[in-house]
Nanobody, 124 residues
């Protein structure tokens, strides 16, 4: 199982970026997927995830600016990021884990499959 991310880059404050992630070589029918980010020297934090397949959740600092979406047929995950701020600068990771039933976690240690990360840099 692999995760491949794309879409990072450098933008000015107020700009937009869209991150995408594809889950390939999967063998199970249900995965939890989420976006995390990490600033060097700090802990990795969740940005957006789906506790349930029909409900998205976000950390407070990105609510109203970021939108997570998932195409379960294609096993892809996206993160539309608008009104970007310098504080959004980080390495962004797509992550997944197998969960046949129940709610998906937002805890990084629960996720067992990680992408390589894509850098997002927002300048003021």
């Amino acid at each position: 199982v692999q995760l491949m991310e794309s879409g990072g880059g450098s933008v000015q404050s107020g700009g937009s970026l869209r991150l995408s992630c594809v889950l390939s070589r999967y063998t199970y029918s249900r995965y939890c997927m989420a976006w995390f980010r990490q600033v060097s020297g700090q802990e990795r934090e969740v940005v957006a995830w789906f506790p349930r397949h029909d409900k998205a959740s976000y950390i407070d600092s990105v609510k109203g600016r970021f939108t997570i979406s998932q195409d379960t047929n294609k096993n892809t995950l996206s993160l539309q990021m608008n009104s970007l701020k310098p504080d959004d600068t980080a390495m962004y990771y797509c992550a997944a884990y197998i969960l046949p039933a129940g709610l998906c976690s937002s805890t990084p240690s629960t996720y067992t499959i990680w992408g390589q990360g894509t850098q997002v840099t927002v300048s003021s």
